[in-house]
């Protein structure tokens, strides 16, 4: 079978909503295709309904409605234990008393594998792990990271088809967390296996993820690529939740967007733009050919290493925008400053065009 190939859906939800007991509605009419071989993320605010369609599809919640299939059967009344998946929590729960290699044998023993197999099983799995010299180590004498990746490697030594991390990296330093993100897309990618995983940061979806579902209050907003979510958010949220933007609203007429005294060129129609502030050109004078250019003055700026991000207003009444600047081009503009801002048309996003 094709890894790439985008109709095998190895989890597939189907009008899955989900109403807690006492009334929280946590999913809402869901219908969300994972193929085949990806790593998939469900990223979202605290609260969104992330951690219940994950439990969802591991079968430790029932949906309300719909219906969940994973490998292409449908698992719905399916018992946890019974469907081809493995969820890792944060909480590791390794077995404290067994060996690194104990507790990755731990799942074949129960599947009654033989004990060659078993012992075949441990040892691809502490290699794709990279712990092969720690087999007879317990949990304890670890680090966190290499207790992740046995966590990770029992998990994979079941065979799962499906793989599922409700935020695994959570409990990390900053430091740890970043080599882990590198460490579980190599996992993920040399197992083939794919991993549904469940995280509310952006920057980490983004790293590791081949696409991303991003949710808000239960629902999907939009599901695509890292860079089909930050170039062309369908929505105000997606475009305001993943990295810094700026939005204008007002009425779209001849792809003209007019708001008070204010007006810009769009890429077309919509009832708001969001502009990056990474696409706003900014000197003390541009030079022409911008489809918009204005008048601005700074009121303010931060530092942010390689970058400079500055606060501006556009003459006139015009709007608060944020632009960012690369360090060397930002060099010699000050807070107070009497500046032109600029971009072209199709460098911004429309949003909010009746489809
Ligand atoms: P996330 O993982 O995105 O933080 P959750 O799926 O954990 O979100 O929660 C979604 C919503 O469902 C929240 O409002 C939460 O309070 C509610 N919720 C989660 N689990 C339960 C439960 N067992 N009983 C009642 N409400 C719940």
């Given at each position: 079978m094709n890894p790439d190939d985008p109709s095998v859906l190895d989890a597939q939800l189907t009008d899955v909503s989900k109403t807690y007991?006492?009334?929280?509605?946590?999913?809402?009419s869901m219908n969300l295709g994972i193929r085949r071989g990806e790593f998939f993320s469900l990223l979202?605010?605290?609260?969104?309904?992330k951690s219940t369609t994950l439990r969802i599809l591991a079968g430790l919640e029932q949906p309300t409605t719909g219906t969940v299939a994973i490998a292409g059967k449908?698992?719905?009344?399916?018992p946890p234990n019974r469907r081809p998946t493995n969820l890792i929590f944060?909480?590791?729960?390794?077995?404290?008393?067994?060996t690194v290699a104990e507790n990755i044998a731990f799942g074949p023993k129960i599947r009654r594998m033989s004990r060659t197999e078993i012992r075949a099983v441990v040892s691809d799995m502490l290699d794709l792990v990279e712990?092969?010299?720690?087999?007879?180590?317990?949990?304890?004498?670890?680090s966190g990271g290499q207790q992740q990746r046995v966590a990770i490697a029992r998990a994979l030594a079941n065979k799962p088809a499906v793989l599922l991390l409700d935020e695994?990296?959570?409990?990390?330093d900053l430091r740890l967390r970043v080599q882990m993100q590198r460490a579980l897309k190599k996992i993920q990618q040399d197992s083939g296996t794919t991993f549904v995983f469940v995280t509310h940061d952006q920057t980490e979806a983004f790293t590791i993820s081949d696409r991303i579902a991003l949710m808000n209050q239960g629902r999907l907003e939009q599901v695509g690529r890292p860079d089909e979510l930050y170039n062309?958010?369908?929505?105000e949220f997606v475009a305001t939740f993943l990295g810094d933007t700026n939005i204008i609203r007002g009425s779209v007429d001849e792809r003209v967007l007019r708001s008070g005294a204010f007006s810009c060129r769009t890429p077309g129609p919509g009832t708001a733009l969001s502009v990056r502030p990474e696409a706003i050109a900014m000197r003390p004078k541009l030079a022409a050919g911008l489809d918009n250019r204005f008048a601005a003055r700074v009121t303010d700026l931060t530092f942010q290493g390689p970058s400079v991000r500055f606060q501006v207003a556009v003459a006139d009444a015009g709007p608060e925008l944020v632009v960012q600047l690369p360090a060397a081009e930002a060099a010699g503009i000050a807070a107070g400053d009497e500046v032109e801002i600029g971009w072209q048309a199709e460098a911004a996003v429309m949003l909010g065009a009746k489809s």
């Open positions: 007991p006492h009334g929280e509605t946590a999913v809402t979202g605010p605290s609260g969104c309904g449908d698992v719905t009344d399916v944060q909480k590791l729960a390794l077995f404290p008393h067994l712990l092969s010299g720690y087999a007879d180590r317990k949990p304890a004498q670890l695994p990296l959570g409990a990390l062309r958010p369908a929505t």
